[in-house]
């Protein structure tokens, strides 16, 4: 088995089609992979219509808060008909379209000749991100964009969202039958770097695994983390993070191996 467990498509911020994910899953040499767009199912079932030799992991990644830092977690074989998970994830999505128009407006306050109309073109139909608006960004030459001159958080052109704490959202992937696995704990990436005690906190809140093997998450990082989840009895998982031509990234660039799938698989029936 070649497992990845981390992927994107455009349903959120990913240039991929889902129903085109798994031939080039296959393709990739992949056996499973797990679509995990950002707080939606919105592509799970044409990725899963269209799966013959790849097994679809049923996913999501949710945007929350730990302490005061934005954080992702990766919610896997959870049910997308549960109600109170689908409810946070429509909040979510609902607010980050409030969001974005804001963000849209002060790029062009601070003197970005971007509209709502171009952001929403590229967006495509997806739930409009962060993402979208620096393509917008560079399209009129301005490349930094994930900087605190413009969209970082707490750029001068971010504004603040809905977040749900780390806490509660692996409350609600339990008790929509899945298992919680915290994305890309010390990317190089982000501002925020998750502490060994926060991992701790998460460990006893019922977080299954985290995400070492990481593109944006050096060697020594990855080894690091290895050793923290052996320490808090934590699954330790590998994925591409693939968003297309979005981010310079293959698919099945890391893996999980198969017997931490299976761990996963059966700490998921375990809990639904």
């Known amino acids: 088995m070649t497992i990845d467990l981390h992927t994107h498509s455009t349903a959120s ?17 992949l ?17 899963t219509a269209t799966a013959s030799d790849v097994e679809i992991v049923p996913g999501v990644e949710i945007s929350c808060r730990l302490d005061d830092a934005e954080v ?29 128009v804001r963000m849209v407006e002060r790029c062009r306050e601070l003197g970005a000749p971007i509209t709502l109309a171009q952001v929403e073109a590229i967006a ?7 993402p979208h608006i620096a393509a917008a960004l560079a399209a009129v030459g301005i490349t930094d964009a994930f900087t605190a001159d413009w969209i970082a958080d707490g750029g001068r052109a971010d504004v603040p969202k809905h977040v749900l ?3 509660d959202a692996v409350a609600l992937v339990r008790a929509a039958g899945g298992v919680a696995v915290l994305a890309h704990p010390r990317s190089v990436k982000r501002r925020a770097s998750v502490s060994d005690t926060q991992l701790a906190a998460l460990a006893s ?13 050096p060697p020594e990082v990855r080894e690091r983390l290895r050793e923290v989840a052996a320490d808090l ?3 330790a998982t590998g994925s591409s993070d693939f968003h297309g031509d979005r981010k310079p990234v293959r698919l099945g660039e890391h893996t999980t191996a198969p017997e931490v799938f299976a761990a996963l698989r059966e700490s998921a029936v375990s809990v639904s």
């Open 13 to 29: 911020d990913g240039t991929t089609p889902p129903a085109s994910l798994p031939r080039l899953a296959a393709e990739a040499g």
């Open 31 to 47: 056996t499973v992979l797990a679509l995990t767009d950002h707080d939606t199912f919105a592509g799970l079932a044409a990725a």
């Open 72 to 100: 992702h977690l990766l919610g896997l074989f959870v049910d997308p008909r549960s109600e109170p998970l689908s409810a946070e994830l429509e909040l979510i999505r609902t607010d980050r379209v409030r969001r974005g």
């Open 124 to 130: 495509a139909g997806a739930p409009l991100g962060r």
């Open 165 to 167: 704490s780390t806490v």
């Open 205 to 217: 809140a019922g977080l299954a695994g985290l995400e070492a093997d990481h593109p944006e998450q």
């Open 233 to 235: 009895g934590l699954l």
